[in-house]
């Protein structure tokens, strides 16, 4: 869990650096990143589903592998060692997705201390760490730093929404290039991953907003 005066502490700073994004924490209020304490190996899990899937398609799938696992609430390797590939994409799952649980499941079976030794790294060795693993590229590393390990600063350029939230504070909604979008968030550290959770806010909001009119 993230302390919440650590949180009151970033969204000050956030408005200091920036003047459109002390908009954005006035519309949606306090952050809640890092309210609860969450698994690791299921935010992994969760992690790989979601690659280049909307969010509601990710929750449909994730639902079934719930199910055809038994896992509940939260996925465990045991889960994934336990059930064959092909009732895997029986969920939906592409086949290398399939593979990429079973493998994450096989390496945290095999060393139970893997997810702890890897919050003692920094976070671009975190990155570089998960980015080896089959199937884990920088974006899934990227999430489960902000979301497992609670590390506060992480600006993900691979998040789509992410970019279309920079875009509509920063450039009416248009396309702001890599640079530029790495310079404005580099004002906002150490706190850039509490200005993603505004910024995922706002590109919510917009999303909602569009589909009702």
Not at 59 to 88: M, Y
Not at 163 to 171: E, K, S
Request: charged fraction near 25%; proline fraction near 3%; glycine fraction near 6%.
């Amino acid at each position: 869990m993230i302390d919440p005066e650590i949180l009151r502490a970033a969204e000050a700073h956030l408005r200091r650096r920036d003047k459109k994004l002390a908009r954005l924490i006035d519309a949606h209020g306090s952050c809640t990143i890092g309210g609860s304490r969450r698994d690791p190996f299921h935010v992994l899990c969760s992690s790989i589903i979601s690659q280049q899937l909307s969010s509601r398609a990710a929750d449909t799938i994730q639902a079934r592998v719930a199910v055809a696992t038994l896992a509940g609430a939260r996925f465990k390797p045991t889960h994934f060692l336990e059930i064959s590939p092909e009732a895997l994409r029986a969920c939906g799952l592409s086949n290398a997705k399939a593979k990429w649980l079973k493998a994450a499941a096989e390496i945290n079976h095999a060393d139970a201390a893997y997810f702890r030794k890897l919050g003692k790294l920094d976070d671009e060795a975190a990155i570089e760490t998960l980015d080896a693993l089959p199937g884990i590229g920088r974006w899934t590393a990227e999430m489960f730093l902000i979301f497992a390990l609670g590390r506060l600063d992480i600006f993900s350029l691979g998040d789509a929404g992410l970019r279309r939230g920079l875009n509509l504070l920063h450039n009416k909604g248009e396309k702001l290039d890599d640079e530029t979008s790495l310079a404005i968030t580099a004002r906002w550290a150490p706190y850039r991953s509490v200005g993603s959770w505004y910024l995922w806010r706002m590109a919510d909001t917009k999303a909602v907003t569009a589909s009702q009119t």
